[in-house]
Nanobody, 123 residues
Framework: QVQLIESGGGLVQAGRSLRLSCAAS????????MGWFRQAPGKEREFVAA????????YYADSVKGRFTISRDNAKNTVYLQMNSLKPEDTAVYYC????????????????WGQGTQVTVSS
């Protein structure tokens, strides 16, 4: 069982940056693929980024590639999402997620989810 707690959301102007953090419980954090999804009002949950458990290989949605960076610190049981050059369309609730044995962009492939943190980007 893994518990995930996101932090770092807030209100920011377009063009600025935010860093989200996700703290995970448990002693096997390094064995999980970690991901970030987001959901805007009236829209489906959307894949943002993922990072492999072992190699640290990363995978991004086209909409954030070059602006967002996912990273992890296995010693701190934490995954990060650095978001630069934010746009109003990045406004959403951002969710941290974890899974073992899956590598992809479908939300149905992930087993554990945090409660989410709101990111609002003003124009």
């Amino acid at each position: 069982q893994v518990q995930l707690i996101e932090s770092g959301g807030g209100l920011v102007q377009a063009g600025r940056s935010l860093r989200l953090s996700c703290a995970a419980s448990g002693r096997t954090f390094s064995s999980y693929t970690m991901g970030w999804f987001r959901q805007a009002p009236g829209k489906e949950r959307e894949f943002v980024a993922a990072i492999r458990r072992s190699t640290g290989t990363t995978y991004y949605a086209d909409s954030v590639k070059g602006r967002f960076t996912i990273s992890r610190d296995n010693a701190k049981n934490t995954v990060y999402l650095q978001m630069n050059s934010l746009k109003p369309e990045d406004t959403a609730v951002y969710y941290c997620t974890a899974v073992q044995g899956y590598w992809g962009r479908s939300p149905y492939g992930y087993d554990y989810w945090g409660q989410g943190t709101q990111v609002t980007v003003s124009s």
